[in-house]
């Protein structure tokens, strides 16, 4: 959950409580801010013919849709989806980078119980900038990332899955990154020995996957008196394997939005307002509403 309060204390927060001006997230953080004649979430007004609803959305990853409902009923959409295009070449723009770890084997399997930790440094160019960095963890003992101009390190702690998930549906934990570059800028990424290297617009082009694969055949051999080099799929030990997911990268255009428009349909009696918002890797945000009662 979420609140809109103007400072980060405790009587900020209660009175932000209070007045209901505090919404719902799935998982990531989206900032949200959404109005109806300028008053915010959680607000009860009056107003006459023509009601302004205003909406600014700030996520975590691409933006998908964004619904405003009257009275439960979907009254708008603003379908975010290719609106958007990378920026072009020598231009600044700001992106998000979400790194996430996890997927290796479980105890049972592995013979080693606890989470795997994870140890990384991100570096852009030169007169890139970090700017900020955003927690999507399921595990407590996590440590927050260091950021310090074009580079910044970082530590992970992915749980361990268990046995019946499936090695597709096991735990994972991540940060995302936010920074500033060009978008044919270099991103060098160091994470436990694996190494990534590519521009911020190769990153922009899809998402890849980083295998500790010296680590799962020696767990096959040692654990299992197997050689993978001769099984009948060599590559099934990969299955097995410590992995890091680096998500394609998202221009600030991607995942920036903010629209209005006016209702000017007659309320009969009183109306509430709320939005939904929903990201392309399935996370999404919900607002309290705005309660409208007709002026006379």
């Known amino acids: 959950m979420a609140c ?30 959404f109005r109806v004649n300028d008053a915010v979430m959680g607000s009860c007004i009056e107003a006459a013919a023509g009601r302004e609803v205003e909406v600014s959305v700030r996520g975590l990853d691409a933006l998908d849709r964004i619904e405003v409902l009257r009275n439960g009923r979907v009254i708008h959409t603003y379908a975010h989806q290719g609106t958007w295009d990378l920026p072009p070449a020598g231009s600044r723009s700001q992106f998000t980078l979400r790194i996430e770890a996890g997927w290796g084997p479980s105890a049972e399997e592995s013979g080693t119980p606890g989470p795997r930790h994870w140890r990384g440094t991100l570096t852009l160019s030169q007169d890139g900038r970090f700017t900020g960095v955003s927690p999507c963890w399921l595990k407590s003992g996590q440590e927050p990332a260091k950021l310090s101009g074009n580079s910044a390190s970082f530590d992970l702690l992915a749980p361990q899955g268990s046995p019946g998930q499936g090695v597709l549906h096991r735990a994972a934990t991540a940060s995302v990154f936010e920074f500033e570059a060009r978008p044919e800028d270099p991103v060098v990424l160091e994470i436990d020995g694996l190494v990534l290297q590519a521009t911020v617009a190769e990153l922009c082009d899809g998402s890849r996957v980083l295998a500790d694969e010296e680590t799962a055949d020696a767990l096959v051999r040692n654990r299992y008196g197997l050689v993978p080099e001769t099984l009948d799929r060599p590559g099934i030990a990969r299955l097995l394997a410590h992995k890091v997911k680096v998500h394609r990268a998202i221009p600030e255009a991607g995942y920036a939005a903010s629209f209005s428009f006016v209702d000017d349909e007659p309320l009969a009696g009183e109306a509430n307002y709320r939005v939904r918002v929903e990201q392309r890797n399935g996370q999404r945000a919900w607002s309290s509403p705005v309660w409208v009662t007709s002026k006379q």
């Open 4 to 33: 809109i309060a103007p400072e980060l204390t405790r009587d900020a927060l209660w009175e932000a409580f209070g007045q209901r001006r505090v919404y719902g997230v799935t998982g990531d953080r989206i900032e949200l801010d």
